[in-house]
């Protein structure tokens, strides 16, 4: 931990330099024993009787009620519990109050699974006594933004005020989706350089497999991913697929240099978030931020900036894959594991997707969200590429030697059938439901 420590020094006293920043990003690699799977699991807090969103004081009612109950620590911001806090899991709210769990570290797939279970049983305990129910779904399927309730946290004001600058659909992002991602760490630079690239060409293939947001408003919307295609027009100076990642010279240096490049949107300072947004951290590095003049990025605040980037997959001390809707939860991490965490199959999905081009990897980008499995890709389908990886899992999740290929049980169900949950809903809306999405709000209900 030579380099934590001596950042530790560097942050009391001299200003961050570069190389600091890089220094950060690697100090995530770890030896393959200490490698583990991190879950983030965002769903919808509604009311059972009026089907309606929570409203803040009722999610307050929530996290005071999870802390007495089963000892979590709070997490407060002026004088409103905004979250909670036990060991290495922590519980926040997105902006319109969807409810996430960040998972801690944990070494198997039987783990992070016992571990959304405790939770579900945590957040449904003190739920059900007030009347209010979780639905596991990728967007908001019944009410207008205009309806969503907004959390009283100061970042997310200052994001609610940038976004409409930037895109046209950043605000329907941040208050009306809801995702799952697997968070997974790498050994060095060659690690992560092959992964982040076989992360970001099977993204799209994740979208598919877990496409869960056709509705909006109360009808079909389109598409099978919404949420996904929302990401195509929120931010595209901080989204997208990458395509840096694919050139030669890409290592920890190119992604500080990428992540220097994005406007910031703050700084926090004596408690209080203070609206930096469309300024540089560059400009901040030497002290010129104009809404903070004199002020120097601590590895805090750069720490803060790297969780203002939403590409599909990110890159912070650890490598996270964003491609997923919100949903039944079981269907998400034993895919990457198997693929990402056991060599042989990391060297055929590198192998498999090494030749496809930028314009490939964004065509799938741009389709998948609305035509999820059936998407052409060469001479045949997503589906048939699904079909591939599934396979090369399920062998990678073999050899890890954990008893973790059940877990592809339901991705399984999905591609060998080419019915995405997406399309399922679907259909389950034009006949049992009567064209009407009220019964999402129980068919998806945790």
Excluded at 241 to 253: N, Y
Excluded at 266 to 293: E, H, W
Aim: with cysteine.
């Amino acid at each position: 931990m030579a380099v934590a420590s001596r950042l530790a020094v560097a942050r009391m006293t001299e200003p961050l330099t570069k190389e600091d920043l890089v220094a950060y990003l690697v100090s995530g690699c770890k030896p393959k024993e200490n490698w583990r799977i991190g879950t983030e699991h965002e769903k919808f807090g509604f009311e059972v009787d009026t089907l309606r969103p929570i409203k803040y004081d009722q999610i307050r009612d929530i996290l005071n009620g999870l802390a007495e109950r089963f000892d979590w620590d709070k997490i407060v911001e002026e004088n409103n519990v905004i979250g909670l806090k036990q060991g290495k899991q922590s519980i926040s709210l997105e902006p319109g109050g969807q409810f996430e769990l960040s998972g801690a570290p944990l070494e198997t797939l039987h783990q992070t699974c016992a571990e959304v279970n405790s939770h579900l049983y945590q957040v449904k305990a003190v739920g059900e006594e007030m009347g209010i129910g979780f639905l596991g779904i990728g967007f908001q399927p019944k009410w207008a933004l205009s309806d969503i309730p907004i959390m009283p946290k100061g970042r997310y004001e200052i994001m609610r005020n940038y976004m409409p600058k930037v895109g046209s659909l950043g605000l329907d992002m941040m208050f009306r989706t809801c995702t799952v991602q697997v968070n997974l760490d790498f050994s060095s630079e060659q690690d992560m350089i092959r992964k982040f690239r076989t992360g970001l060409a099977l993204q799209p293939i994740a979208t598919a497999i877990f496409a869960n947001s056709p509705f909006k408003e109360g009808k079909p919307n389109g598409y099978l991913s919404l949420r996904s295609h929302i990401w195509t027009d929120t931010d595209n100076n901080r989204s997208g697929m990458l395509p840096f990642v694919f050139d030669d010279s890409f290592g920890f240096e190119r992604y500080v240099d990428y992540a220097l490049d994005i406007p910031m949107y703050f700084v926090y300072r004596n408690k209080k978030y203070i609206d930096c947004t469309g300024m540089s951290f560059r400009d901040f590095m030497v002290g010129k931020l104009p809404q903070a003049p004199g002020e120097l990025p601590t590895l805090n605040d750069w720490e803060n900036h790297l969780t203002t980037i939403f590409p599909e997959v990110r890159l912070k001390r650890y490598l996270e894959m964003r491609g997923a809707d919100g949903g039944p939860w079981r269907r998400l991490c034993a895919l990457p594991v198997g693929l990402l965490y056991d060599e042989e199959s990391l060297q055929s999905i590198s192998d498999m997707t090494s030749d496809w081009t930028n314009e490939e990897r964004e065509m799938l980008r741009r389709k998948v969200p609305v035509t999820g499995l059936k998407t052409p890709f060469r001479d045949g389908y997503v589906r048939d590429l699904a079909e591939e990886i599934l396979q090369l899992s399920k062998n990678g999740l073999e050899r890890r030697g954990y008893k973790e290929v059940g877990f592809l049980r339901e991705v399984d169900a999905v591609i060998s059938s080419g019915v995405t949950p997406a399309e399922r809903l679907l259909n389950l809306y034009e006949t049992k439901w009567q064209r009407s999405v009220d019964p999402v709000f129980q068919e998806l209900l945790y």
